[in-house]
């Protein structure tokens, strides 16, 4: 079976910085893409960042580029997403997921989720 956790969520002030991490089991992580996602209370679940199987293409929503950066180390079988100038509207349970073609917009291509974890940006 699959498992994917995610962790490195906390509370952080507005511009500060975090790190998350998501580690798989059950697959053959370097064949693999790896998005992820963030949904904040009462909203739609997001697509924030996805990385390609290699880690050589990366793709952002606009609204988080040029402030997070996905990297993945496939020798530790981790995605990171490293989330820098953090604002309000950031504050989101965060979510890793694998999807079924790589790096798809669309949710329900992605099969396995992993639990999330909570990322708090307050003053």
């Known amino acids: 079976q699959w498992q994917l956790v995610e962790s490195g969520g906390g509370v952080v002030q507005p511009g500060g910085s975090l790190k998350l991490s998501c580690v798989a089991s059950g697959l053959t992580f370097d064949s693999y893409a790896i998005g992820w996602f963030r949904q904040a209370p009462g909203k739609e679940r997001e697509k924030v960042s996805c990385?390609?199987?290699?880690?050589?293409?990366?793709k952002y929503a606009d609204s988080v580029k040029g402030r997070f950066t996905v990297t993945r180390d496939n020798a530790k079988n981790t995605v990171y997403l490293q989330m820098n100038s953090l604002k309000p509207e950031d504050t989101a349970v965060y979510y890793c997921a694998v999807p079924r073609y790589p790096c798809s917009n669309y949710e329900d291509e992605y099969d396995y989720w992993g639990r999330g974890t909570q990322v708090t940006v307050s003053s």
């Open positions: 990385i390609s199987s290699s880690g050589g293409s990366t």
